[in-house]
């Protein structure tokens, strides 16, 4: 399946909240679809196997990648020592693209995605264009020196979001600059999810 690019706020109704794909809010607290208002207020009965695709769901929504790319990541998280389900999450969040969402310079991923793909985000002085990059432990994240760069990020710096920066990371607002002191922890995660039964929704594949 490829990335989604539909309504952002149906995923939202359907899955919960995912502070990573979008800012909007909607009073419709029911699930979408053409009965999705008759059942407002009902439990839907959803299976352990639906249960298991709701998360991984969330999490590819989320983070903003594709079927085939999550499988590549849990495929490399099997490989290395250590608990599966937080390995993913440490991958995910070491993206750039989530990075430069974690820092503030934009207001969700897909516009940090934008920020990457049109070369205003440069990590150690080098400009990068691919979000998937992965950042590693003292790599520097600054915004290209140039007005129009700056002037992209400067107001989603206002937001209140911005004093939620995450243990691993600092940023100075003078120089637009942040840099991954760390890997992330769990608890740092800014995503209410199971990872293990997302583990377990890829156990037979």
């Not at 539909?6 to 995912?18: D, F, N, T, Y």
């Not at 607290?29 to 196997?49: F, M, V």
Request: proline letters at 4%; a positive charge; glycine letters at 6%.
């Amino acid at each position: 399946m490829s990335r989604y690019r539909g309504p952002r706020v149906r995923i939202v109704r359907r899955l919960g909240e995912l502070p990573a794909l979008t800012r909007k809010i909607t009073e419709r607290n029911y699930l979408p679809g053409q009965h999705g208002k008759d059942n407002a207020g009902r439990k839907p009965s959803i299976s352990e196997y639906g249960v298991r695709l709701q998360e991984k769901q969330k999490l590819r929504y989320n983070y903003h990648i594709s079927e085939r790319q999550l499988f590549g990541y849990i495929q490399k998280s099997r490989r290395l020592k250590g608990a599966t389900g937080t390995i993913l999450l440490q991958f995910l969040e070491m993206r750039l693209d989530n990075i430069v969402f974690r820092l503030g310079l934009a207001s969700t991923i897909p516009q940090a995605r934008q920020l990457v793909n049109h070369g205003h985000i440069l990590v150690n002085n080098h400009r990068v264009t691919i979000p998937s990059f992965s950042c590693v432990i003292n790599d520097s994240i600054t915004v290209k020196n140039t007005n129009a760069s700056k002037q992209i990020v400067e107001t989603n710096l206002t937001s209140p979001r911005f004093a939620n920066l995450p243990n691993h990371l600092e940023f100075d607002k003078k120089t637009l600059t942040g840099i991954v002191k760390n890997v992330v922890q769990r608890e740092d995660v800014g995503l209410k999810i199971n990872e293990l039964i997302i583990i377990e929704y890829y156990s037979r594949k």
